[in-house]
């Protein structure tokens, strides 16, 4: 059973880091794009950074302006999101995507797609205080 699971989200002030795990599990290898997305309430889930398969390159929203790092471990099917200089507009659930590595490399931002994942964690609420 394939299967994401986030840690990490929680009550942090403005200008503050986060740092956001997701454990991926029963991949049957680990050729899979993978990624963060958000949801604020009343609005559709966005793609915040994303991680390829074939190349680990890594993409970001542009509303991320340099403030956030994706890292992938490939070996403990760990993908990472850190973040700094939070603001109050990053208040959301985020959540942990991935496709079943069927598509290959998902570049040019392709793996920001929501469309384009199948696998989805419960998700984990970051919440900016100003």
């Known amino acids: 059973q394939v299967q994401l699971v986030e840690s990490g989200g929680g009550l942090v002030e403005s200008g503050g880091s986060l740092r956001l795990s997701c454990k991926a599990s029963?991949?049957?290898?680990?050729?899979?794009?993978i990624g963060w997305f958000r949801q604020i309430p009343g609005e559709e889930r966005e793609g915040v950074s994303c991680?390829?398969?074939?190349?680990?390159?890594?993409y970001y929203g542009e509303f991320v302006k340099g403030r956030f790092t994706i890292s992938r471990d490939t070996v403990e099917d760990m993908v990472y999101l850190q973040m700094n200089n939070l603001d109050p507009t990053d208040t959301a659930i985020y959540y942990c995507?991935?496709?079943?590595?069927?598509?290959?490399?998902?570049?040019?931002?392709?793996?920001?797609?929501?469309?384009?994942?199948?696998?989805w964690g419960e998700g984990t609420r970051v919440t900016v205080s100003p």
């Open positions: 029963g991949f049957t290898s680990n050729r899979y794009n």
């Open positions: 995507g991935a496709d079943l590595g069927d598509r290959g490399e998902l570049g040019g931002g392709l793996c920001l797609g929501t469309g384009f994942m199948k696998v």
């Open positions: 991680i390829t398969t074939a190349t680990g390159a890594a």
